[in-house]
């Protein structure tokens, strides 16, 4: 008799739990208080007891752990000279969403040839995650596949929702349930009212299946995160980093009965996915922040060693090194000069 299951699947293959790679690779104690102090740091901004400005700031994805520590270090130098305006965490994201197919993040195939060692990925990734926070920086990163979480959550100070999944009923069970806060993003057609809709979904109380730290389904029930916001990040009519779209943000998370926390991407759909109009973003925000618009709270900018991206041709060994392989990014030099130009002007009064 024909089989009616896994009529499409080409293998399984059992992977590490949880709780024996943690035990295995476990985060330290200076790693961690990093995690503790970056998440205290970032929900004194969400609540007005911190006047500095969040600044998410790095490659659009991480695929060469010895280019992004190397970066890693550099701002966590930056950050020693500006910490006083901005609050500094680095952008670490593992997994990438695809419009159609591409290269799926280091977790997902870290060799950058479709062999898919998971294992391998997870590895890689925590353990470039307790260098970055030995350095004392948070780290930032994206919420993607619904099991990564457990592997490597315990070092994310702050984490995002895309704007292909803001919608997801998953994604906003998932984030009610994680410890840190989340940014969630205006939908591919620039909407704001997926993203809002989804951090008033996330705040309140879920069920959902999950795999628990020893590798089991589990049925997990979680209390809701207060401490979610909306990141503008353009869309397919343009960009929504401009005044008017400030202030209707303001009003529909004000219409919610929530303190608008507004994060403005300069990269994605509000710079067209040129790394060159990247700047000028930062200059608009820095602008309508020292205008008065305190709802404001904070910034990504996708930076890498040098500037651009580059495709994926023979795997890695053909890549140029520290520079992206998805979106364009602005080279160092010019994030440490516009980040510079920004604290001289920035106003926190």
Request: proline letters at 3%; a negative charge.
């Amino acid at each position: 008799m024909s089989q009616t299951e896994d009529l499409n699947i080409e293998s399984i293959e059992e992977l590490v739990s949880p709780l024996e790679l943690k035990k295995q690779m476990p985060i330290s104690d200076k790693a961690k208080s990093s995690v503790i102090q970056g998440r205290k740091e970032i929900i004194d901004i969400l609540e007005g007891r911190d006047n500095r400005m969040l600044a998410i700031v790095g490659p659009c994805s991480i695929h060469d752990p010895k280019a992004a520590l190397e970066y890693a270090h550099k701002l966590a130098d930056l950050k020693e000279k500006l910490s006083d305006k901005f609050l500094f965490v680095m952008r670490v994201y593992f997994e990438k969403p695809r419009t159609t197919v591409g290269w799926r993040g280091l977790i997902v195939d870290p060799d950058i040839d479709e062999s898919y060692k998971m294992e391998k990925g997870l590895r890689i990734a925590r353990s470039l995650l307790e260098d970055i926070n030995l350095l004392g920086l948070a780290v930032a990163t994206e919420v993607l596949d619904h099991v990564v979480p457990q592997y490597i959550s315990e070092y994310i100070s702050w984490a995002a929702i895309g704007a292909r999944t803001t919608e997801s009923q998953t994604h906003r069970s998932l984030t009610s349930g994680l410890s840190m806060p989340i940014g969630f993003k205006n939908g591919t057609d620039g909407s704001l009212e997926a993203a809002v809709n989804a951090l008033q979904s996330s705040a309140h109380s879920h069920s959902f299946l999950g795999v628990n730290p020893e590798g089991r389904i589990s049925v997990y029930k979680t209390k809701g995160n207060p401490y979610g916001h909306i990141i503008l990040r353009g869309g397919k009519r343009g960009p929504n980093y401009y005044e008017e779209w400030v202030e209707q943000a303001e009003q529909l998370m004000n219409g919610i009965g929530r303190e608008a926390g507004i994060v403005i991407d300069c990269s994605h759909a509000n710079s067209g996915k040129k790394y060159v109009r990247q700047e000028r973003v930062l200059e608009s925000l820095i602008t309508q922040r020292n205008h008065g618009h305190k709802s404001v709270i904070g910034f990504m900018l996708e930076s890498n060693l040098f500037e651009g991206n580059q495709k994926i041709v023979n795997g890695f060994e053909n890549l140029k090194y520290g520079v992206s392989v998805t979106d364009e990014c602005v080279s160092w030099d010019t994030t440490e000069r516009i980040l510079q130009e920004s604290y001289d002007v920035l106003h926190l009064a």
